[in-house]
């Protein structure tokens, strides 16, 4: 892949991440809670997702879920269900002291790890916007796995930087909203986000 080609998948990389999305919520609803430290594992977790996704296309399941209706819903109603379920709890979220000491962390790394990659790996629109953009930028007569771990490894590595910028962001917020509603206010508009959504998701359709 020539330079010209590389910079121009790296500005469509950042342009992704810098869209506002599910990922971003999962990550601002956390950077509010847990400040940016504590966000990292979720911030794992993304990446963790978006390599299962990039790992599904590169490997031409992507290209089956582009193509199977069935598939494509299986998949779409899943992420919308589980969208919906992270909204209804966040907007259930108990007001509580904001980072002030450990006992606030109420769910561990491990599982908001575990969330934040189910955000990213359940999203079929995903699966299918990078089964339109990756070949875009894939050297036909040059070997397609160096090229495809190239693409993932760049795509994971803009990601991280503009996550840990949104969680950054968040946490700046944060520190203005000290009082229990104030909190519970912030809690669901997040729940709000993340049901919005699963609204998308829900609305969009298969090609």
């Not at 590389?6 to 999305?21: D, E, K, Q, Y």
């Not at 990922?23 to 997702?49: D, E, F, H, K």
């Not at 994971?156 to 962001?169: P, Q």
Request: aromatic share 8%; hydrophobic share 55%.
């Amino acid at each position: 892949m020539s330079w010209t080609l590389f910079s121009a998948f790296l500005l469509a990389c950042v342009l992704i991440s810098i869209t506002p999305g599910a990922g971003a919520i999962n990550t601002m609803s956390n950077g509010m809670t847990y400040g940016v430290r504590r966000t990292l594992p979720s911030i794992l977790g993304l990446q963790i997702g978006l390599a299962f996704q990039i790992l599904v296309v590169g490997i031409g399941l992507g290209s089956l879920l582009a193509g199977s209706s069935l598939a494509f819903s299986i998949i779409k109603w899943a992420g919308v269900a589980y969208l919906v379920y992270l909204g209804v709890s966040k907007w259930r979220e108990r007001a509580v002291a904001i980072r002030s000491d450990a006992a606030n962390i109420r769910v561990s790394a491990g599982r908001r790890c575990l969330q934040s990659a189910l955000v990213n790996a359940t999203n079929p629109k995903a699966t299918i916007f990078l089964v339109a953009l990756l070949p875009q930028f894939v050297v036909a007569d040059a070997p397609h796995g160096p090229q495809f771990m190239a693409m993932g490894m760049a795509m994971i590595g803009i990601d991280v930087i503009v996550m840990i910028g949104f969680a950054t962001l968040s946490t700046l917020i944060a520190r203005w909203l000290q009082t229990p509603r104030q909190q519970r206010a912030i809690n669901r508009v997040f729940g709000g986000l993340f049901v919005g959504a699963a609204g998308l998701l829900a609305a969009y359709r298969h090609a």
